[in-house]
């Protein structure tokens, strides 16, 4: 009797979960200019925007979580939105990192905060940021602990800011040589065909288009 009682018990939860019902797979957004935040203190400027919004999974909850694949558009973050997503993200998740300030420049970014070693240790990395078509890359030509350079450094901050992902995806950010890798795809579940990503004062520039475009543009430039 008490084995077939905690059986049933074990069984409930799914029987809870088929019977909730998913909303209709998959809803498309559409923005010629507007703005859009997921959470308080973070905005995303849209223009141009096209993306369809995937459940993650057949099943509740992950039925009522969103994949968002961009067919295209453009994509603007302040910096204040970066610090303010950085600074939520590592909250959350007991990150050894804290202080975290996001700013770009001429195409540059400027990370700086504190990370925990024995003592909490102020940080600053510098480096030009640019995409392989699906991630964003920071080349790392600077990076100093207490204001000293630091080789190995790179390594530790890499692994700390994982955090950012939480504990379902710890690949969000990944070493590449002298390259931080951040995966939009695991950080945020954005997923789409990364042309071109600029920085201003102001913040990030990213540019979603279709992989083809740039072929096709290349073979127009051929004909002339």
């Given at each position: 009797m008490f084995r077939a009682l905690l059986i049933l018990a074990a069984l409930t939860p799914l029987a809870v979960a088929d019977s909730v019902k998913c909303p209709p797979p998959p809803s498309s957004m559409q923005m010629d200019k507007g703005d859009y935040s997921n959470q308080p203190g973070v905005i995303?400027?849209?223009?141009?925007?096209?993306?369809?919004?995937?459940?993650?999974?057949?099943r509740a909850p992950l039925c009522y979580a969103r994949t968002t694949i961009v067919e295209k558009g453009d994509v603007f973050v302040s910096n204040e939105s970066l610090t303010h997503l950085f600074g939520q993200k590592l909250q959350q998740n007991n990150s050894r990192l804290k202080d975290v300030q996001v700013e770009l420049k001429d195409n540059e970014v400027h990370f700086s905060g504190k990370m925990k070693k024995l003592i909490w240790m102020p940080f600053e990395v510098d480096g030009p940021?640019?995409?392989?078509g699906t991630n964003l890359l920071v080349q790392t030509k600077s990076i100093k602990a207490m204001g000293i350079p630091v080789k190995g450094l790179l390594d530790a901050l890499g692994k700390h800011?994982?955090?950012?992902?939480?504990s379902e995806s710890p690949q969000g950010v990944v070493i590449k040589g002298d390259n931080l890798v951040f995966?939009?795809?695991?950080?945020?579940?954005?997923k789409g065909?990364?042309?071109?990503?600029?920085?201003?004062?102001?913040?990030?520039?990213?540019?979603?288009?279709?992989?083809?475009?740039?072929?096709?543009?290349?073979?127009?430039?051929?004909?002339?």
């Open positions: 995303f400027e849209l223009q141009s925007f096209s993306a369809t919004l995937q459940p993650r999974g057949k940021v640019s995409t392989d800011l994982q955090t950012v992902t939480g995966q939009p795809g695991e950080i945020a579940h954005v065909h990364i042309a071109a990503v600029s920085s201003t004062s102001r913040g990030l520039e990213v540019r979603f288009a279709p992989a083809e475009s740039k072929a096709k543009i290349a073979s127009l430039g051929h004909k002339h």
